[in-house]
């Protein structure tokens, strides 16, 4: 499944690519991009798991910028 989430308070790009590169290594992505100028975020991953994958795709953005939320709903 592949979904693209706004992102509210995405303030650097060097955090955008930590952050892409930390959603890349949870186990069930298939595939993961940020894009700093339209603050978006599109993630490929398995299914049957998909909810479960962007609640942690979440806290790796948390720790990586506090104050960055995705908007998953």
Known sequence: ????FKMI???????????E???KKIEGVNSASISFMAQ???????????????QEAVKVCKKVEPDCTIVLG
């Open 1 to 4: 499944m592949k979904k693209t």
């Open 9 to 19: 308070d995405l303030d650097c790009a060097n955090c955008a690519a930590k952050m």
């Open 21 to 23: 590169a930390a959603i």
């Open 40 to 54: 978006k975020l599109t993630v490929d991953a398995d299914d049957t798991r998909f909810e479960a994958i962007m």
